[in-house]
């Protein structure tokens, strides 16, 4: 580890921490209703949408109606996109002359954009035609990200809201994201990006001649654009299959540093938002703070790793930390960075090969998942995913007190209890699940690139990446089979509607209850006792769930280490 890569780290966590005020009170005013510097631009963009889909701003839902409000919405975007690879051998904007996607990849890529995953088991530039890139990924990295956020916000108002029937309208929230949030900060990242050398293009690919005379396809295309949506919405599925260590689609450090604050910014802005949504911006605060402690620590475990290397390998007298799987341009502690930062934000991009990690440098991209995604997450389900965790932590803490659950004077109640743990316990029945028959089923089997505890770690990353709805690949697994792409499009949709529906049964529960004024026996949230014990309660659930998986991937790989022993 050096000075100059803990510089780099901390400046990173700076520039995040001074966005999360600005930019979670625009978005505040936005789901609030109120007028915007861009009111004048997109309200009568916004009203004209209204009109033609017959609702109005001022119309909210009950809560199962919002739920089958993105049940339909999530329906149709899947058919939409599952047609678009089907058909992209007889569509237009195919200049590559793309055929149609063979059924069990389009089934696995519909699933993987529709949830925000972005799980990529084909190489995107020799795959899919500039249509679909545009037309289907894009605005699924839009509308995906959208749908994300707006569930966030839905469950902010069931403990903001008192006594009342309304967690908002699906309609209303999915179309001011994507008008006054998205979109807008949206394009100028397109045009910086292009400025520092992404391509953005509607051209044929190129055909170059290298200095040793030979000849090879440039794959180009509206790259910056696609670029600027999958970073800011967690999306992470890239135009090319190298992803963000591709030159084209990360031309250098700066374009690595904003990409990297992009898949932060508005995640950690959602608690600001929630602060001033329930009138007290250090609930948001200390929520970000457990937040932060969590990557902090995840980082520095990840850096050391890697910064630390291979025993074996400085045995042969190569010193300089693991360098297997890393870009050159970034180094270990920007690619350990970028790691924490993509499997902590349910982004999946990737700046380094995980598969190349030591096994505790790759351990860490692994728990960041297994949390839950809860380390900021992806846009809205990162905060709707601690959410749950604070309803099971004040169930805790009022045990301890031997008082009735309270959070925001809400009283927690088993049926709020009972619905978080739904949600959270059904991530681990799709990581672990289908982790333990595709270690045994001989054609699962067959995909693995590497034997023993590293091959395990690959199974169980691909089905954790995919339940988490991260899209991150450890590498070394051939995932395009029959079994992986429709196993892991399973993973993707349980991962994803599975807590959606238990977080907005509580939204519409809390939503409903009166706010009980606070007393002496009531439990603070807003303080660093708070955030230990949520830190805690979210370690020790995870710990229990999902260390014997671990320890006979990452740990007995680790162990094996030290002891002479390589996969």
Known sequence: MTLNGWIQILVYCGIVVLLVKPLGGYMYRVFNGERTLLSPVFGPVERGLYRISGTSEREERHWTTYAAGIMVFSLASFLLLYALQRLQGVLPYNPAGM???EQNLAFNTAASFVTNTNW????GESTMSYLVQMVGLTVQNFVSAAVGIAIAVALMRGFARASSKSIGSFWVDVTRCTLYILLPLCVPLTLVYVWLGMPQTLGPYVDATTLEGARQTLALGPVASQVAIKMLGTNGGGFFNANAAHPFENPDAISNLIQMVTIFALGAALTNVFGRMVGNQRQGWAILAAMGALFVAGVAVCYWAEASGNPLVHALGIDGGNMEGKETRFGIAASALFAVITTAASCGAVNAMHDSFTAIGGL??????????VIVGGVGAGFYGILMFIVVTVFVAGLMVGRTPEYLGKKIEAKEVKMAMLAILCLPLAMLIFTAIAVVL??????MGNGGPHGFSEVLYAYTSAAANNGSAFGGLTGNTPWYNITLGIGMLMGRFLVIIPALAIAGSLVAKKTVPASAGTFPTDGPLFVGLLVG???IVVGLTFFPALAIGPIVEHLAMIHGQTF
């Open 364 to 373: 860490i991209p692994i728990l960041n998942m297994q949390l839950g995604e």
């Open 120 to 123: 990529q088991n084909y190489g």
């Open 537 to 539: 309660v979210i370690l």
């Open 99 to 101: 055929t149609a996607v």
């Open 442 to 447: 001989p054609s699962a089997v067959a995909s």
